[in-house]
T-cell receptor, first 112, second 117 residues
């Protein structure tokens, strides 16, 4: 069945470092792809999304490109800040399953 | 933005007791609410979907008699874990969606960590 796999954390970076969090998916067809972020004590929030191949989602300096060839949707940011410390979830939605399918989440810790 | 709250944020109970978790949409009417569960180092998994005034639809493998869901109003859904056992210890997250919104336009609560002793 459809699934999402993302890199295991925690990821620990210094401020202004480059961030990559890997995410790959398995799916029949072409699902929509999402990144959600959960800050401490808060609910998951939609960070960005892409609905078709080669689409690039972007928000708050984060980017992810829908790569059909490699079934990937890696999250990147050029210069992280301490305030980016959170748990990041990759997810897909396909009409066939009619539900959001999440990865396990990756905790990011950014130090000054 | 839309806010969803959950109560309690953390609960510890004895094996065999029942625990109720509340999920509220604070500033919008949620025609659909979702309940998810996450075990350590595993994916967030959908347990059930509930529409206001209707019975919940449970995902395969989720016992409906053990996880009772009530969505009696447009702002409140409750999940009751009946006769809880240690294997029910998990992180439970709810989300809510307004009528007519896209599927991914769900607003998530902060989660409830359940520990069953």
């Amino acid at each position: 069945g459809n699934s999402v796999t993302q890199m295991e954390g925690p990821v620990t970076l210094s401020e202004e470092a480059f961030l990559t969090i890997n995410c790959t998916y398995t799916a029949t067809g072409y699902p929509s792809l999402f990144w959600y972020v959960q800050y401490p004590g808060e609910g998951l929030q939609l960070l960005l999304k892409a609905t078709k191949a080669d689409d690039k989602g972007s928000n708050k300096g984060f980017e992810a490109t829908y790569r059909k060839e490699t079934t990937s949707f890696h999250l990147e940011k050029g210069s992280v800040q301490v305030s980016d410390s959170a748990v990041y979830f990759c997810a897909q939605f396909s009409g066939g399953y009619n539900k959001l399918i999440f990865g396990a989440g990756t905790r990011l810790a950014v130090h000054p | 933005g839309a806010v969803v709250s959950q109560h309690p944020s953390r609960v510890i109970c004895k094996s065999g007791t029942s625990v109720k978790i509340e999920c509220r949409s604070l500033d919008f009417q949620a025609t659909t609410m979702f309940w998810y569960r996450q075990f350590p180092k595993q994916s967030l998994m959908l347990m059930a979907t509930s529409n206001e005034g209707s019975k919940a639809t449970y995902e395969q493998g989720v016992e409906k008699d053990k996880f009772l869901i009530n969505h009696a109003s447009l702002t409140l859904s409750t999940l009751t874990v009946t006769s809880a056992h240690p294997e029910d210890s998990s992180f439970y997250i709810c989300s809510a969606r307004e009528k007519g919104a896209l599927y991914n336009e769900q607003f998530f609560g902060p989660g409830t960590r359940l520990t069953v002793l």
